[in-house]
């Protein structure tokens, strides 16, 4: 009889997590013998269809709930609180052996107290230790049989802040690399669009909240581009809190050559035909679209910020790292790209790719995984 997995990852917004979530549940599924369950409490894994890997459907899909800011943390937490009820039930009915937790990890720690499985938490993004959040860890996350982390940066901090044994943390990347990805990236440009593609292109993909620090890029790259409009745009695909914020920003400043698309359900046509990737976040662990950026070719610039890009990103060997919050320094990184040959770019997308995309994949995500659990 197979064992069951639980997958446990609430979220309100579109984000990297849930796809990298739906591709461990694939990895497993593909290189193990598993039964996965997908807990959808929102309507999070509505968009992904497999036969082979079932939804628990907790409250549907909540498309009314706020997607940013407080309000959407306010309702992501009466929601799981809310949900307890229904999580047991489902533990009673299925009796799952692991449950692997995204995001909320607490919860299901909380509920191993009553019941016979064991929790992974995959920590997914930059922790970010606050009282409240050192307190849960301490008396939830602590309790988790194993912990799981994007970076090793990452795994040492935790290992050191709450003085856990360094067998029950393991670095596992996420495995978001597929031929999907290629596939998605060679549709076409929408036909209102394809006009910025006349000129090169320069792009950037993300929430547009403070961890993005999209005012940044646009302040780096105004500096650079006052005698270079004719020749590059930037495209910033995302939304998020601080539309407002950039817009008035383009329109104070008066940059002619930057275009806020919104969200896109496939950012990987844009990204394909894009000259350079740009990260200016604040923090990532990773990054997921630094490395899809890599897998299709598209060199990058990225802040030095932690633990993600600090860890992967090799300054001039694999991209351009500049020094967060320094708009001049990202000018200068700006002025770098353009003027490197050719051969250059081709040394620093092999680079990244031979150095850091093969790591992200099913395959490899799924033979790490099996000596945790085996």
Partial sequence: MKKTIFFWSPML????????????????????????????????????????????????????????????????????????????????????????????????????????????????????????????????????????????????????????????????????????????????????????????????????????????????????TKDKQKKINLIIIGDGEEKNNLENFIKKNKIQNCYLLGFKSNPFKYLKRSKLYISTSLWEDPGHTLIEAGYLNVPIISSGCPNGPKEIIKDHINGLKYELSDSDDLANKFKKFYDLTDQDIFKLKKNFKRDVVHKYTKHRFAKKFMKIVN
């Fill in 13 to 224: 917004s579109h984000v990297g997590t849930i796809s990298a979530v739906y591709s461990m549940a694939k990895s497993l599924k593909d290189y193990g013998d598993f039964q996965i369950y997908l807990i959808n409490i929102f309507g999070e894994f509505q968009n992904f269809n497999d036969n082979e890997i079932k939804k628990i459907n907790i409250f549907g899909n909540l498309n009314s709930l706020p997607k940013t800011g407080i309000a959407s943390k306010i309702s992501i937490y009466i929601f799981t609180i809310l949900a307890i009820p229904l999580l047991i039930f489902w533990i009673i009915k299925k009796k799952p052996f692991l449950i692997i937790s995204n995001l909320v990890g607490y919860i299901p720690n909380l509920l191993s107290f009553f019941f016979k499985f064991k929790v992974i938490n995959s920590i997914q993004g930059y922790p970010r230790f606050n009282f409240m959040r050192s307190f849960v860890w301490k008396i939830f996350y602590r309790r988790s049989y194993h912990l799981i982390t994007m970076t090793n940066l990452t795994k040492s901090l935790i290992e050191k802040k709450f003085d856990i044994d360094k067998s029950r943390v393991t670095t596992i990347e996420n495995p978001i690399i597929s031929k999907k990805i290629r596939i998605l990236s060679n549709k076409e440009i929408d036909d209102k669009e394809k006009f910025i593609f006349t000129k090169d292109v320069y792009c950037s993909i993300g929430r547009l909240t403070r961890q993005k620090n999209f005012i940044e890029l646009l302040e780096g790259f105004h500096k650079f």
